[in-house]
Every structure is written in C-alpha cells, then in structure tokens.
C-alpha cells in the first residue's frame, strides 16, 4: 500500500490516547536491542525479529516501540526490509484494540516525512482497512508478493 505522508491525519489524538492509559511510545533505544527483538521473536516470528535487528542498524533506530511499566506492549520499524518501507509491527495480543498500532503507525510515518520522503510503502500489508482508515493507504495494484517473492 502507498501512503501519503504529506497528507497524514492529525496523529496527536492517538498519542494522548495512549499517555492517558500510562502507555509511553518512544524510539527504542539502542542497549535495548537485545530485549526488543527476544520480544518480537517471542511473540511473532523470527523473520520479524531479523528485520527488527536492521532497523536497530539504522542511525537513528528506526523501531519505535509502546511500553507500560516498563513492559513492552507493541513495536513498529521502518527501513528494515527496504527503504522507505513500513513494517513489521505488531502490538501484544492481549493490547490489541487500544490504539498501540495506530500510534506506532504514526510514529513511524512521521520518522520518515521528517526524513523526506513523500509516500511510504506498507509492505506485506495484513490488516489493509485499517491502514486506509488510520492513514488514507490505497492498494499498489499488482504489488503481491512484491520484495517478498521467493523467500526463503
């Protein structure tokens, strides 16, 4: 899916939403590498957890990640399959539905207007309602499996 970034909604709502609840989105930090992918692989895959690790590689680190007492709930990266790519992202499934993915959508797509780019690509789309509806994504026809064709 493309996204505008030069277009994206207000993101501000979905961060207070978050704040209310005691949940803190951030940037991850790089000595909390090794926590952040144990967790993504724990709870998604390992393909996830290796895409996580590049985006650690990016200065700055390009996974923005959702805590609450000091407890990961959800994470988001950008940069780590390709440029200007989206993904992977994930919240917790006992988190999900609380807006975490929303914010760290956002999160994400804000890094990377600020950036330059205009459009992002959401790779590997999932959940394609939510990111027309979060974001205004429309479908890059002809597009799957895209980068991923013949992975191992």
Known sequence: MLVKLYALP????AYDRLLKVGIV???????EK???VAWVRETFSEAWASETEVA??????SCFIA?????ILGFACHDAACRNFFGPTGVA??????????????????????????????G?????EFYTKAVGAV???????GIYRGLL
Request: aromatic residues 6%.
């Open 10 to 13: 207000d993101s501000r709502p």
């Open 124 to 128: 590997g789309v999932g959940p394609a």
């Open 67 to 71: 805590i609450q007492q000091k407890k």
């Open 93 to 122: 499934p006992k988190a999900q539905q609380g807006g975490i993915g929303k914010a760290l959508l956002f999160a994400c797509l804000e890094d990377m207007k600020h950036q330059g780019f205009g459009y992002a690509i959401i």
């Open 25 to 31: 989105m951030r940037r991850a930090l790089a000595p």
């Open 56 to 61: 650690f590689s990016r200065q700055p680190v």
């Open 139 to 145: 479908a890059i026809e002809g597009s799957a499996p």
């Open 34 to 36: 090794h926590k952040v």
